[in-house]
């Protein structure tokens, strides 16, 4: 009742655009804070989105108890710390928020006044609606289990038990050194054949002096083998040493880290794929360009136009060449030439011509009638 109350308060306000958004992203995060059952928020009425803000927003022991209960339930290993931290050490809980929230990658390390309420009122309704939004996430993630930190503990069990079984097999050790050879029988009659011939070329070396420098290094390998195996087991069963203790706060924090951005990574996926229903797929869908009936139509009379005009201009070339050819002929024509050393030959190349051809009929003439 309350809620509707609430977003009801804010209708017809003559605030600006920014106050009005900031208003309603109080109403959401106080909205998800009694959804996830927030225990300050028991008994509390409240019907204006003002006093909403300023509940979330103004610097408070009350506002600081709401983030503490955010963070406990983020990363459950806080509750031992907070409890250590009471009365006037209030400000060793504030940094620890901060960490965990830059841990989370959700605020900067220096970002105090983002918890103590004296940053933009947008700037904390935005922090606590993620921290919520990993609250949330963490509750759709672990519906069987009653808290991050047992599932963390079955998790842990069942990865110890598995690889207790594994080092514990008394197979493990006839694979790491086993009796037979893998090899096929016939590739390994042909590298005796060619170790044979490889040592019996080495003068001074013999065969078994090489079987047992190679023995020494198969013995050498297997103990660094298993000096490593050890090592292994004894970092996957910290309590086989002595002293040994597993942080489970620094565990918890880098799986809320792995799935924040898991869950970031699901979102920006989410988004895509809204905005392609929305604006993309109606582009993507589109039919492809359909040629008119025209098109090659007009292509094949484009190919036309064009080798007509290369026609034409090979026409107009060979026109001005014709012409360049006739003129020249006419000037020769016309024109007086010396056709020899006297002066006196000097004339036309058609006077020429009809001289030589009447000096060739006589020449012809002449070879008819013969010696007389």
């Not at 109080?26 to 509940?55: H, M, W």
């Not at 060619?194 to 001074?204: A, E």
């Not at 792995?258 to 869908?285: M, N, P, T």
Request: include cysteine; glycine fraction near 6%.
């Amino acid at each position: 009742m309350e809620e509707q109350g609430a977003a009801g308060g804010g209708i017809g306000s003559p605030e600006g655009e920014g106050a009005e958004s900031t208003l309603q992203m109080a109403v959401t995060v106080f909205r998800k804070l009694k959804d996830l059952d927030c225990p300050f928020l028991n008994g509390l009425y409240v019907s204006e989105l003002s006093t909403i803000q300023e509940l979330l927003c103004s610097p408070s022991k009350y506002r600081l108890e709401i983030l503490e209960w955010m963070c406990v339930r983020i990363c459950p290993s806080l509750q031992d710390k907070f409890s250590v931290l009471k009365g006037t050490q209030a400000e060793g809980k504030i940094q620890e928020m901060v960490k965990l929230g830059h841990e989370l990658m959700l605020c900067g390390p220096d970002e105090q006044d983002l918890v103590k309420g004296f940053a933009c009122a947008q700037r904390q309704l935005h922090f606590m609606d993620q921290m919520l939004d990993v609250i949330q996430n963490l509750c759709t993630s672990y519906p069987t289990c009653s808290s991050v930190e047992q599932h963390f503990g079955d998790t842990k069990e069942k990865n110890e038990s598995l690889l207790g079984d594994l080092l514990s097999d008394p197979h493990l050790q006839s694979l790491l050194s086993p009796e037979s050879d893998l090899l096929p029988v016939d590739i390994e009659h042909i590298l005796d054949q060619k170790l044979t011939t490889t040592f019996s070329h080495r003068p001074g070396v013999t065969l078994e002096a090489e079987e047992e420098k190679q023995v020494a290094e198969l013995a050498r390998q297997l103990q660094e083998s298993a000096s490593k195996l050890l090592e292994l087991q004894a970092e996957c069963f910290p309590q086989h040493k002595e002293g040994a203790a597993v942080v489970a706060g620094d565990l918890n924090t880098l799986e809320q880290r792995l799935r924040l951005v898991v869950s970031d990574f699901h979102q920006l996926i989410l988004a895509f794929l809204q905005v392609y229903d929305d604006e993309l797929g109606e582009c993507c869908q589109r039919p492809g360009l359909q040629l008119h009936p025209c098109g090659p139509i007009i292509q094949a009379v484009y190919h036309t136009l064009t080798s007509c005009s290369q026609l034409l201009k090979a026409v107009m070339d060979v026109t001005d060449n014709s012409m360049r050819t006739e003129n020249m002929a006419a000037r020769q024509h016309n024109e007086s030439i010396c056709w020899g050393s006297n002066s006196s030959s000097v004339m036309s190349l058609a006077t020429k011509m009809q001289e030589l051809s009447q000096q060739y009929k006589l020449f012809s003439e002449n070879l008819k009638k013969g010696p007389a």
